[in-house]
């Protein structure tokens, strides 16, 4: 069963590589695995030289473009169980767009969203097919799926052999799936802003790749060691405009009501959950701006945090510290507000709400 946010990927994945020809070849690989009941009994040791055999791919080149310089990106997204055994995927359209302007963005041919869509569709199938699903837990119901389990889906890009500088010309697309529990532990939500830069302007803030993750692991690594949960970014010219998380969205809701969270542009990244986050607030009736927002408007006028993101849901921040002062939120509790958002999102993604927008893929 999932714990947290681990590598245990489930047995099929997929690979398509551009190739001379200009075409997609695609391949669903079945990696080594038993059925999930016998892995349940295997020893910690045997089950993790399953696991690693699972997590090997020797037919992908060791030196190259991704592994040496960075030039890649990827998404997250996730199947939900639902009610009725099923399983049902959210908002993948907007992942599969996503993606593709990534990987213009790092200049290499951009993998086609339906083809994308079809990908994502057959792993979870294939993996569901030999066993490999979270089972629907009506015990979740009772946190309102705070406890609920997923799975999530990890589609990236890895280059062609290569030392020299250059952009990826003939890119494989990879995904894997891996069962995941909730991401943040419970018990710290305390978030620490940090001085490091994410994102510059002109950079590539905008766009999911690889190389935007190394300042911010390094950041709440820092964080973490200085007893927070989570670092906070603010733009790297002025620092002065809260941006994001490490790897999530920001909002606050104020004290008169409204919810803001940053505008985006070249130093945000367009997250699907701050879009849904947006909307369902927008339908509650909540004034929302998205906007520049100044540190020291929130530090003294917000009374609620949270940070959006595949991983994260909608996760609340029990406190900000920055220069020396901390802002405490709603007592240090999740706020009401986050309360409902988090609440609203996962009834759409367990399918115990209506899911009126169309955000919902069946398998
Ligand atoms: C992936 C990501 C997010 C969240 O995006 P979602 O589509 O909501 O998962 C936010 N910020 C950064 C920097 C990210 O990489």
Redesign the pocket.
């Known amino acids: 069963m999932a714990k947290g946010f681990t590598l245990e990927t489930y047995p099929w994945a997929y690979t398509a590589r551009f190739t001379e020809d200009k075409t997609w070849e695609e391949e669903y690989i079945e990696n080594p695995h038993k059925s999930p009941a016998e892995e349940e009994k295997m020893s910690p040791d045997e089950f993790s030289a399953l696991l690693q055999k699972r997590n090997s791919f020797p037919q992908l080149p060791l030196v190259n473009y991704t592994t040496q310089y960075g030039m890649g990106c990827f998404e997250?997204?996730k199947a939900f169980p639902q009610k009725d055994g099923s399983l049902k995927m959210f908002r993948p359209d907007?992942?599969g767009a996503?993606m593709n302007k990534s990987m213009s963005g790092l200049l290499m041919p951009a993998f086609p969203e339906d083809l994308f869509l079809d990908a994502v569709r057959k792993v979870v199938r294939k993996n569901m097919e030999c066993g490999f699903k979270p089972v629907y837990d009506p015990e979740w119901e009772k946190d309102n799926y705070i406890s609920g389990h997923s799975v999530y889906l990890r589609p990236f890009t890895y280059s062609e052999p290569a030392i020299g500088l250059g952009v990826s010309q003939f890119p494989w697309v990879v995904i894997v799936a891996t069962p995941v529990g909730t991401y943040f532990a419970p018990g710290n939500s305390k978030a620490l802003v940090t001085d490091k830069s994410?994102a510059t302007p002109n950079g590539t803030?905008w766009i999911?790749c690889n190389a935007?993750?190394v300042i911010?692991i390094i950041a709440k690594k820092q964080a973490a060691l200085a007893g927070y949960m989570e670092a906070v970014f603010l733009d790297s010219i002025e620092q002065k405009y809260v941006e994001?998380?490490?790897?999530?969205?920001i909002f606050f809701k104020l004290k008169d009501g409204t919810l803001i969270t940053p505008q985006l542009g070249d130093t945000i990244?367009?997250?699907?959950?701050?879009?849904s986050v947006i909307e369902l607030a927008g339908d509650m009736g909540v004034k929302v701006e998205e906007r520049k927002v100044p540190i020291t408007e929130v530090m003294e006028k917000a009374d609620e945090c949270f940070v959006?993101?595949?991983?994260a849901g909608v996760s609340y921040i029990e406190s900000l510290t920055w220069n020396g002062k901390t802002a405490v939120f709603s007592g240090g509790n999740q706020g009401e507000l986050t309360t409902e958002l988090q609440k609203a999102l996962k009834m759409i993604q367990y399918g115990a709400a209506e899911d009126t927008k169309g955000w919902m893929f069946s398998i």
Not at 244 to 249: F, K, M, P, R
Not at 269 to 275: A, M, Q, S, T
Not at 308 to 311: L, P, Q
């Open positions: 997250g997204l907007e992942n996503r994410r803030g999911k935007n993750y911010p994001e998380g490490s790897s999530c969205n990244l367009p997250g699907i959950n701050r879009k959006t993101g595949t991983a």
